[in-house]
């Protein structure tokens, strides 16, 4: 069966194609369009069709959209607030009701030849669990959904068995973690719905002072829901403008806020596992992008083993929708083994885009092993290799890599990408070698667990060592990413360390690096010392010759000599 899954609603909008069970490519539009989070200045834009991931989805296995046996679009109007037509009473969730009825013609009109009687609507938050228990690489798992909202929820629970969802319990609207986290958000100077993990960087600067008050403020019901009652958060900390510096208060609120968000997700997990008894929980939607929060349930839940969707936010409700109406129809899910899903670029192309930027570049014998040289020489590169990821986590093929040796690298790429300098960068690690240096639930592929630093390497590693002394680590095997798992083994042997500091390829504001040319204009802006672009390295003058393995750097003349 041939589905295509669309996210066009709340934010993110995303598209994932699923063939036979198996996940061919997804990808988010903001990749494409270059607004993050696809969100422009126009308020009715923000549900936009992820048109440019569609045409590239189908692009990629070569159909056309008449070929198509359903499109899975997650979100169901049947279950959601009816429109008034009274725009003026801020009635957004009937408008957001009324666009998805409307959704069938908008996808007839934005890929030609659909049959719009093929459109699925697959509710929210079961696209989310979708995205989780059918894609992990466990049969049968309990099953946790929590995010700012759905139709009319914010919440699931429930168990699958043999690729079928149960359904055990759902919390209803307004009570929400995930709004109450925006709220938190937006009140510390931050953007709702996009800044949240800011704010999960500065709690680890605060205490929970106000961890009683919040407790009567959010509390479980003890039959798999909660409440969350109205907060005047200016009664523990001021409002926060935008830029302005943060303060104690400001710390000690986030922290406050991640610590009683962790203890109603033990609590939320701990009902759960009473009524299903799984050794495995799967978790999806935005709260599950908290990897604070996964490591406590991780390592204080009642279950053996958490595993959480890489794309966890609503980008991957496009494949959860898919996935759910393919197993649906019978197709057999396979588990979804990495997150590189999205564009790639052969080598010719690349070379093709190098000289067309009339940019000096040379092919040395081993990318990895150059890159390894530059990193132990202190250099930064910008690595750009194979297929772009999914979800919001650089795992390897759109990164910035820097030696984690060096305390003061922290504040250097903070510094190249204009971040705030308390938010922290994280490492990557051979898998092979993690236990050695970190405690925690291992294999850690996606990056969606904080792990403690082990003594005697908190001080080897201080550029990916948090303030409370922990890390987001990426686990790297070398039988799914062996170029990587080289180019550490490649640094370690330099450097003694198999741990590179990881961050996003962007800048601020700006979605992450998809393409050639978003590559090559990154490298241009941002004082990075090479680029990595697939097998070929560019060089920032003043580098060149530095670390080199290859036979030459190449000309103006005779670069165009190909690969």
């Given at each position: ?48 069709l992820p ?144 800044d ?70 033990l ?41 959480v ?5 609503d ?67 910008a ?27 922290l ?65 790297v ?18 450097t ?58 190449a ?9």
């Open positions: 069966m041939r589905v295509l899954g669309v996210n066009a609603v709340f934010h993110d909008p995303a598209a994932a194609l699923v063939v036979d069970g198996q996940i061919v490519a997804a990808a988010e539009e903001e990749r494409f369009t270059r607004r993050k989070h696809g969100k422009p200045p126009v308020p009715f834009a923000t549900w936009e048109e440019h991931a569609m045409r590239w989805c189908l692009d990629a296995a070569d159909l056309e959209p008449a070929e198509l046996d359903a499109v899975a679009y997650s979100y169901d109007p049947a279950l959601a607030q009816p429109f008034t037509g009274d725009v003026v009473a801020d009635d957004w969730e009937g408008l957001r009701t009324l666009y998805a009825q409307r959704a069938p013609l908008f996808l007839r009109t934005a890929l030609p030849g659909l049959d719009p009687a093929q459109v699925r609507f697959v509710p929210h938050h079961v696209a989310h669990a979708a995205s989780a228990y059918l894609a992990a690489p466990h049969r049968d798992s309990a099953v946790l959904v929590l995010d700012g909202r759905g139709e009319a929820a914010s919440h699931l629970a429930g168990v699958s068995t043999g690729g079928q969802l149960e359904v055990l319990a759902a919390q209803t609207l307004p009570h929400s973690l995930g709004l109450l986290y925006e709220e938190v958000t937006a009140h510390l100077g931050f953007r709702r719905s996009s949240e993990y800011k704010v999960m960087a500065m709690a680890s600067y605060g205490r929970p002072r106000w961890l009683p008050q919040f407790r009567e403020l959010v509390r479980t019901t003890g039959d798999g829901g909660f409440r969350v009652e109205p907060i005047d958060w200016a009664t523990f900390a001021p409002r926060r403008r935008a830029g302005a510096e943060w303060t104690a208060a400001h710390a000690d609120l986030a922290s406050t806020a991640q610590v009683r968000l962790e203890e109603v997700l609590d939320l997990a701990g009902w759960l596992h009473g009524r299903c008894g799984r050794d495995v929980v799967t978790l999806a939607g935005g709260v599950a992008l908290n990897c604070v929060a996964n490591a406590r349930l991780a390592a204080e839940g009642p279950f053996d083993h958490v595993w969707q890489p794309a966890a936010g980008a991957g409700t496009a494949l959860g929708g898919a996935l759910h109406v393919a197993a649906a129809n019978g197709d057999r899910i396979a588990a979804m083994t990495t997150a590189a899903l999205g564009r790639s670029w052969t080598d010719d192309e690349l070379a093709a885009w190098l000289v067309t930027a009339d940019i000096a570049f040379e092919r040395p014998d081993d990318i990895a092993v150059a890159v390894a040289e530059v990193i132990a020489g202190n250099g930064v590169v690595w750009f290799q194979g297929r772009s990821e999914y979800g919001p986590r650089a795992l390897g093929h759109r990164s910035l890599l820097a030696n984690a040796t060096r305390a003061d690298n504040k250097r790429l903070n510094d190249v990408k204009g971040r705030e300098q308390f938010r922290p960068v994280a490492p990557m690690v051979l898998a092979d070698r993690a236990a050695d240096i970190f405690a925690g639930q291992l294999p850690s592929p996606f990056m969606l667990f904080t792990h403690e630093v082990r003594p005697g390497w908190l001080e080897r590693i201080p550029a990916v060592v948090h303030v409370d002394g922990t890390a987001r680590i990426q686990t095997d070398a039988d799914t990413e062996p170029l990587v798992a080289r180019m550490l083994r490649e640094l370690d042997r330099r003694g360390v198999p741990v590179v500091v990881n961050t996003s390829l962007n800048t601020a504001g700006r979605p992450m690096v998809d393409d050639p040319r978003d590559a090559l204009e990154c490298f241009g802006s941002a004082p990075v010392d090479a680029l990595a672009l697939g097998p070929f390295l560019v060089r920032r003058r003043g580098l060149a010759g530095r670390g080199s393995t290859a036979s030459g750097s000309t103006l003349d005779d670069r165009t000599a190909g690969p």
